[in-house]
């Protein structure tokens, strides 16, 4: 059997297992047919979640992200290669590694080593989740069930990369207001970049839940982790990692440590407060990079320009560049260069010094 075709092989048979599609009958007898005999007693299963690249750039090339978790799985390989674990797939940003060692410690200390190395030679952001250690590959669905649903929790730790069970965070009947419907709307106005009506809501939502006589220890952990989760949806949303505002703004996190209402509360309206002007910035640098990008076409269409030509004098990607215009102008690359040139030669022929002939050959 072929290394890729048993590798496939393996994978889906996992996924059959997770997702309860396979008859428990035959699972003993596929074991050893697909190479999967150390972990027929189980192990532990790690969940990774790969951040700072957007949906839209990963389904630019079907191939983009699966060369990236390629790379990752490389960097694992070449830091533990006697670590024996089989990886699949979850979906464009999350894949599963399934390792036959069941010591959680061991697991844990390799892919906290592993974090700090992927981040900086791949660019982006990991976060993991660690199962318990099981006994059976009967368990698996269930443990991927729970490692899957604390992934979904991740908004809620600060600085966490690794997450356990036993992070989970204590939690206690709602005694604040903060609805989904308020935070799309404080997310609405970030990305539109309405940043007063963004301020006002903030002041809003921070006044009205951070209250001495309405909040104990637990709900003040809560909300305070319900705002952290918005922070990391917004620098999600324009694709900045949340460890480098972090880094940038440490002494205002620190803060947050507090179970003071009044320290909570400035120390919120601080950090939002810098995170609208990091999305300033961000915006300003945006349209000054479109603003170039367009005056250089409006000078150069005319010589055959291609969107390569253009990417090349900025040095940036073909495909950053083909989404600037597009986003700026509503246009493509393309179209627009064709009306640059329909738009000249109209004025020519108006001018009257060239010929429907020449006008034509000259564009």
Known sequence: MQESSLSDLQENFLKNIIYENY???FIEKR????????????????????EGISEWESTLSEGNILTL????????????????????????????LFFAEKNQHLILEMLNRMIHRIEQELGIEITFTLSQAFSSLIDLPEIFKSSFQLMEQKYSFIDTKCLCTSNVPLTS???????????????????????????????EIVETNFREESMDIFSIYDFRNALINTLKRILNKFNLPFGDFLKENKALFFHLNSTDIEILKSTFIDIFN????????????????VESVISYIQDNYTND?????????????????SKLIKDHLKSSFKNYVNQLKVEKSKDLLKSGKYMVSLTSHKF
């Not at 074991?31 to 299963?45: M, S």
């Not at 903060?178 to 009506?197: A, C, G, P």
């Not at 291609?306 to 940036?316: K, M, N, W």
């Open 173 to 203: 009947e709602k005694e604040y207001f903060y609805s989904v419907e308020t935070e799309s709307i404080l997310i609405n106005f970030m990305q539109k970049r309405d940043l007063k009506q963004a301020e006002k809501l903030i002041k």
């Open 23 to 25: 008859d428990k009958q």
């Open 274 to 289: 810098e995170l609208m002007l990091l999305l300033g910035e961000k915006h300003s640098l945006k349209l000054s990079t």
């Open 305 to 321: 320009l291609s969107l390569g030509e253009v990417a090349d004098h900025f040095q940036l990607s073909e495909s950053y560049v």
């Open 31 to 50: 074991l050893n047919l697909l190479q999967l005999d150390p972990f027929r007693d189980g192990g532990i299963l790690a969940i990774v979640s790969m």
């Open 69 to 96: 978790r390629k790379k990752v799985l490389a960097l694992f390989n070449d830091k533990d290669p006697n670590q024996k674990f089989i990886s699949f797939p979850i979906d464009y940003q999350h894949f599963c």
